[in-house]
């Protein structure tokens, strides 16, 4: 069985919305067991986060797909603080040969989501993962409608009246297909393991 872990912060909750998307996705395949890992602020302490049980559950896991909202042209400092955290498993290489994917949010149509993909691939390259892009062709229906290839974006607009978060249809779409991708790759993989 392959298993999928989707480890993200969400400020808003549109980057939520997003893993939720993906762990749809990835559950639709086979037998693929998926694990949302949510991080919270309240993991970091002192400016270091720490939470046990998602490292044993991703050290599990046949592919890690990271998320991130994009803050200020990059990934969120929450964010930021696990993958320091991570830097254990890295000097070990204890994610080498794991498939890797990545996925992002922002209120504007551009904010510089590119940055945070290339940040989170960047990153999974140094572990000695392999990293999967979003084939999906923007279709004139939402699909892929930011045009990456890298990972997937998802863009609302800014709402500063305290509603609820909401995904367009088509990020939706295209997160729900990267988790199905993803699921199907890490199968293959696992089986050749």
Request: glycine letters at 16%; a negative charge; charged letters at 15%.
């Amino acid at each position: 069985m392959a298993r999928v872990a989707v480890v993200y912060f969400s400020g808003s909750g549109h980057t939520h919305l997003m893993a939720e998307a993906i762990e749809q996705g990835a559950g639709q395949v086979g037998e693929t067991r998926v694990d949302l890992l949510r991080i919270t602020g309240e993991q970091i302490t002192n400016g270091r986060w720490r939470e046990d049980g998602f490292m044993d559950t991703l050290n599990q896991a046949t592919a890690i797909i990271f998320g991130s909202p994009t803050y200020m042209g990059g990934v969120a400092a929450q964010f930021k603080a696990f993958l320091d955290a991570a830097s254990g498993v890295w000097f070990r290489q204890g994610w080498q040969d794991k498939i890797a994917g990545g996925f992002t949010h922002s209120g504007s149509p551009s904010g510089d989501k590119q940055g945070t993909l290339l940040y989170l691939a960047i990153n999974a390259a140094q572990h000695g993962m392999i990293w999967v892009g979003s084939p999906e062709m923007p279709d004139g229906m939402g699909v892929n409608r930011l045009g990456s290839f890298l990972g997937v974006m998802g863009q609302s607009p800014l709402d500063m009246s305290g509603q609820p978060a909401t995904l367009e249809p088509g990020d939706g779409e295209t997160a729900k297909r990267y988790g199905q991708r993803i699921a199907r790759i890490a199968q293959g993989w696992q089986d050749q393991a």
